[in-house]
């Protein structure tokens, strides 16, 4: 129950494609879904992060979408650029908690 | 800006070592955690710290040990490395008082043990 599924494990997407990778969770306790950037060399890093009190957050050419009900979140990139060439992971927590749970992060290539 | 170092970027090791890896981070934040990170199967955690002195173990800590003297410096032991603990190593860091739940990540040290 408290695992987060994330799928696809790898996606190649043709520049100024839209790029979305999915995660699923169990736990209904969970109350903040972030997801985390990371490129080669560097450690993750966060990106953006959503309350269960919104369905939809932007920040520029990124979107969090959630699902509630079905217990899903979604990051969408529109326009996707070489630059967003990363591994990108999804994860939850609870409030009380400052242990995230993480899901096993989707490799993003963006072909030029 | 939050900066988390970590004391070798890769590191080459002999089965049957002890291994010991840093981190320092300079923002005073109390809690501390160390990752390992496998392909397809995203961050694990292996240890964590709640504040000086304090420890808990995570999803994985057989055969790691960690050591929190100073509140910016969190050290994860590996008391006799084999070679299953090839893997990349993170550590991040986090203020107990924050509106969410950011942690703040190191470059990762790449270690592989022969």
């Known amino acids: 129950q408290q695992q987060v599924k994330q799928s696809p494990q790898s996606l190649i997407v043709q520049k100024g494609g839209i790029s979305i990778i999915n995660c699923a969770y169990e736990?209904?306790?969970?109350?903040?879904f972030p997801w985390y950037q990371q490129f080669p060399g560097k450690g993750p890093a966060l990106l953006i992060a959503?309350?269960?009190d919104v369905s939809e957050k932007k920040e520029g050419r990124f979107t969090i979408s959630f699902n509630k009900s079905a217990k899903q979140f979604s990051l969408h990139i529109m326009d996707s650029q070489p630059g967003d060439s990363a591994t990108y992971f999804c994860?939850?927590?609870?409030?009380?908690?400052?242990?995230?749970?993480w899901g096993a992060g989707t490799k993003l290539i963006i072909k030029p | 800006d939050v900066k988390v170092t970590q004391s070798s970027r890769y590191l080459v090791k002999r089965t049957g070592e002890k291994v010991f890896l840093e981190c320092v981070q300079d923002?005073?934040?109390?809690?501390m955690f160390w990752y390992r990170q496998d392909p397809g199967l995203g961050l694990r955690l292996i240890y964590f710290?709640?504040?000086?002195?304090?420890?808990e173990k995570g999803d994985i800590p057989e055969g790691y040990s960690v050591s929190r003297e100073k509140k910016e410096r969190f050290s994860l032991i590996l008391e006799s490395a084999s070679t299953n603990q090839t893997s990349m190593y993170l550590c991040?860091?986090?203020?107990?008082?924050?509106?969410?739940?950011?942690?703040?990540f190191g470059p990762g040290t790449r270690l592989t043990v022969l």
């Open positions: 994860a939850a927590s609870t409030g009380s908690n400052y242990q995230l749970i």
């Open positions: 736990n209904t306790a969970f109350d903040y």
């Open positions: 959503i309350r269960p």
């Open positions: 923002m005073d934040h109390e809690n």
């Open positions: 710290s709640y504040d000086v002195k304090m420890k």
């Open positions: 991040a860091s986090r203020p107990v008082f924050m509106s969410y739940n950011e942690q703040f």
